[in-house]
């Protein structure tokens, strides 16, 4: 477990110069919050950003060579890759945190109520969208190199996206949408569940990736 | 009985273009051991194998006695390395690379850091990228002695390196040996920096190992012989290594024990660089 966390731990300084660009994340948020957004769609939007600043570690990793430096280090290959999921976990976790904090700051603000059960769904929903994408980009990333993987890792983007634009035009796909929103307990529940098994499964086949490039 | 540091036995690897093979060579405790060979010879894929950068596809690896596999992560606590480039982010500054590479180090001595960077007037607050190649390889060099690295292993350390800075690099890794404690493998197609400090030479040819033995060894086993060109006869022509021929005369290389029949000729000691050259033709 240490061994992770300090691998979590050189992640953050790898990425120390690219936070300036996270302060966008609170901004973007509070001025969402403000437009009488709900959590959900704040937490929606955080996961978002997240997901895109992320791959930021694997142009940064490319540029300066980092697969020597992480060759030259008392750790084990399967532990940096675990290390890199964490990392990314660790932060859509800060994201989220910053949703909420301005979801209840904006509330208290503008005397809105503020409901845990749509706290609960966000988190959710938002980890759903974040595990299922980041569970077919880092994979991507840890084959190919940043300069490689990045067009493919428009795809997941673009499928998500493409999902959501089609289901507007198809009933069953409607239905299946509504049918999620009414039931919020069975979603939120499901969302994790997916979102944790994507993630698993994600991380064997990354493993395995970063084993094929030797 | 001699301590190995590093051993390398029949080890194999495979790429559609190039195959490593049958490299066996050994690296004792307290010795520097020059790996040369010309680019593409294989030097860089056997350090990468070394550090497990890449999957051997046969043979074994031991680095002070240990599989280095199976305790990597234990050998890496003893193992320094030096790359021809940087290899930390370049948006840190010397003292963030302390911070960040410290953390992996169970005897990390932050003391020895800050007199090392003294030493090396690396300014602590100066960004990686800010620092010329030559204080870069400082500053690796300055994390692998704080770590107290037992073997160090350099890729191509020199290369791009004014001679001052280079005289320097190798004024420190010969201070770096003196305890007879710690040892070096370092690959350079620079040969004159090995002739200065090297105990031992691996030379690889086209993937293969063509020489491992101490310096001695290798410069004892061949002459540069020289003639005119009519006493240049059929069996000397066949035993000769990169003849070379002017209007003048002839030149190469020959065995040393084989020079008994070739007494009138000019017979030269040569330099590592020399034997490189004459192999590679």
Not at chain 2, 46 to 71: P, R, W
């Given at each position: 477990?240490?061994?992770?966390?300090?691998?979590?731990?050189?992640?953050?300084?790898?990425?120390?110069?690219?936070?300036?660009?996270?302060?966008?994340?609170?901004?973007?948020?509070?001025?969402?919050?403000?437009?009488?957004?709900?959590?959900?769609?704040?937490?929606?939007?955080?996961?978002?950003?997240?997901?895109?600043?992320?791959?930021?570690?694997?142009?940064?990793?490319?540029?300066?060579?980092?697969?020597?430096?992480?060759?030259?280090?008392?750790?084990?290959?399967?532990?940096?890759?675990?290390?890199?999921?964490?990392?990314?976990?660790?932060?859509?976790?800060?994201?989220?945190?910053?949703?909420?904090?301005?979801?209840?700051?904006?509330?208290?603000?503008?005397?809105?109520?503020?409901?845990?059960?749509?706290?609960?769904?966000?988190?959710?929903?938002?980890?759903?969208?974040?595990?299922?994408?980041?569970?077919?980009?880092?994979?991507?990333?840890?084959?190919?190199?940043?300069?490689?993987?990045?067009?493919?890792?428009?795809?997941?983007?673009?499928?998500?996206?493409?999902?959501?634009?089609?289901?507007?035009?198809?009933?069953?796909?409607?239905?299946?949408?509504?049918?999620?929103?009414?039931?919020?307990?069975?979603?939120?529940?499901?969302?994790?569940?997916?979102?944790?098994?994507?993630?698993?499964?994600?991380?064997?086949?990354?493993?395995?990736?970063?084993?094929?490039?030797? | 009985?001699t301590?190995n540091?590093?051993e390398l036995h029949n080890i194999?690897?495979?790429?559609?273009?190039?195959?490593l093979e049958d490299i066996t060579f050994s690296l004792p405790?307290?010795f520097i051991m020059g790996l040369i060979g010309s680019?593409?010879a294989g030097k860089?894929?056997t350090?990468?194998?070394?550090?497990?950068?890449?999957?051997?596809?046969?043979?074994?690896?031991?680095?002070?006695?240990?599989?280095?596999?199976?305790?990597?992560?234990?050998?890496?606590?003893?193992?320094?390395?030096?790359?021809?480039?940087?290899?930390?982010?370049?948006?840190?500054?010397?003292?963030?690379?302390?911070?960040?590479?410290?953390?992996?180090?169970?005897?990390?001595?932050?003391?020895?850091?800050?007199?090392?960077?003294?030493?090396?007037?690396?300014?602590?607050?100066?960004?990686?990228?800010?620092?010329?190649?030559?204080?870069?390889?400082?500053?690796?060099?300055?994390?692998?002695?704080?770590?107290?690295?037992?073997?160090?292993?350099?890729?191509?350390?020199?290369?791009?390196?004014?001679?001052?800075?280079?005289?320097?690099?190798?004024?420190?890794?010969?201070?770096?040996?003196?305890?007879?404690?710690?040892?070096?493998?370092?690959?350079t197609h620079?040969t004159i920096d090995l002739e200065r400090i090297a105990d031992y030479i691996t030379y690889l040819k086209h993937g293969r190992l063509f020489f491992t033995g101490s310096r001695e060894q290798l410069l004892e086993k061949y002459f540069i012989i020289k003639g005119v060109s009519h006493e240049l006869t059929d069996d000397l022509r066949r035993s000769i290594v990169g003849l070379r021929q002017t209007?003048m005369g002839f030149e190469g290389l020959i065995e040393a024990s084989t020079t008994k029949q070739y007494k009138g000729y000019v017979l030269d000691v040569p330099t590592i660089d020399d034997i490189m050259i004459y192999m590679g033709k």
């Amino acid at each position: 477990m240490r061994a992770i966390l300090r691998i979590v731990k050189l992640d953050f300084y790898t990425l120390k110069e690219q936070f300036s660009t996270y302060w966008i994340l609170p901004v973007v948020i509070l001025i969402f919050s403000a437009m009488s957004s709900s959590i959900v769609v704040l937490s929606i939007t955080a996961a978002w950003f997240i997901l895109i600043v992320n791959t930021n570690i694997f142009a940064i990793q490319e540029k300066n060579g980092l697969e020597r430096l992480y060759a030259s280090l008392p750790i084990r290959q399967s532990h940096i890759v675990l290390g890199r999921y964490v990392f990314t976990i660790i932060n859509f976790l800060l994201s989220y945190l910053i949703a909420l904090v301005a979801g209840i700051v904006t509330s208290i603000a503008y005397s809105r109520e503020f409901l845990m059960a749509d706290t609960i769904k966000g988190f959710c929903l938002a980890f759903l969208l974040f595990s299922v994408i980041s569970a077919m980009q880092l994979p991507i990333y840890i084959k190919a190199g940043y300069t490689k993987g990045k067009m493919l890792s428009l795809i997941p983007f673009v499928a998500v996206i493409g999902l959501l634009f089609i289901s507007s035009f198809v009933d069953g796909f409607s239905s299946i949408i509504n049918s999620a929103l009414v039931h919020t307990g069975f979603t939120s529940v499901a969302s994790l569940v997916i979102g944790v098994v994507a993630t698993i499964i994600s991380y064997y086949v990354s493993v395995q990736c970063y084993k094929k490039k030797r | 009985m001699t301590e190995n540091y590093l051993e390398l036995h029949n080890i194999k690897k495979s790429f559609s273009d190039f195959t490593l093979e049958d490299i066996t060579f050994s690296l004792p405790k307290g010795f520097i051991m020059g790996l040369i060979g010309s680019n593409g010879a294989g030097k860089t894929t056997t350090i990468n194998l070394i550090l497990n950068m890449l999957e051997k596809e046969q043979g074994k690896i031991e680095i002070f006695g240990q599989d280095h596999l199976k305790n990597e992560k234990q050998i890496k606590q003893s193992i320094g390395v030096v790359f021809d480039s940087n290899f930390f982010v370049d948006a840190w500054t010397v003292k963030e690379t302390e911070k960040a590479i410290s953390i992996f180090y169970d005897e990390w001595n932050h003391s020895m850091f800050q007199e090392l960077i003294k030493k090396f007037e690396l300014p602590a607050n100066a960004k990686v990228r800010e620092l010329s190649r030559g204080m870069q390889m400082k500053l690796m060099l300055a994390c692998a002695f704080s770590h107290n690295a037992k073997l160090l292993i350099l890729d191509e350390p020199t290369s791009g390196l004014d001679p001052a800075t280079r005289d320097e690099f190798l004024e420190i890794l010969q201070d770096y040996i003196k305890d007879g404690e710690k040892s070096v493998l370092f690959s350079t197609h620079i040969t004159i920096d090995l002739e200065r400090i090297a105990d031992y030479i691996t030379y690889l040819k086209h993937g293969r190992l063509f020489f491992t033995g101490s310096r001695e060894q290798l410069l004892e086993k061949y002459f540069i012989i020289k003639g005119v060109s009519h006493e240049l006869t059929d069996d000397l022509r066949r035993s000769i290594v990169g003849l070379r021929q002017t209007n003048m005369g002839f030149e190469g290389l020959i065995e040393a024990s084989t020079t008994k029949q070739y007494k009138g000729y000019v017979l030269d000691v040569p330099t590592i660089d020399d034997i490189m050259i004459y192999m590679g033709k």
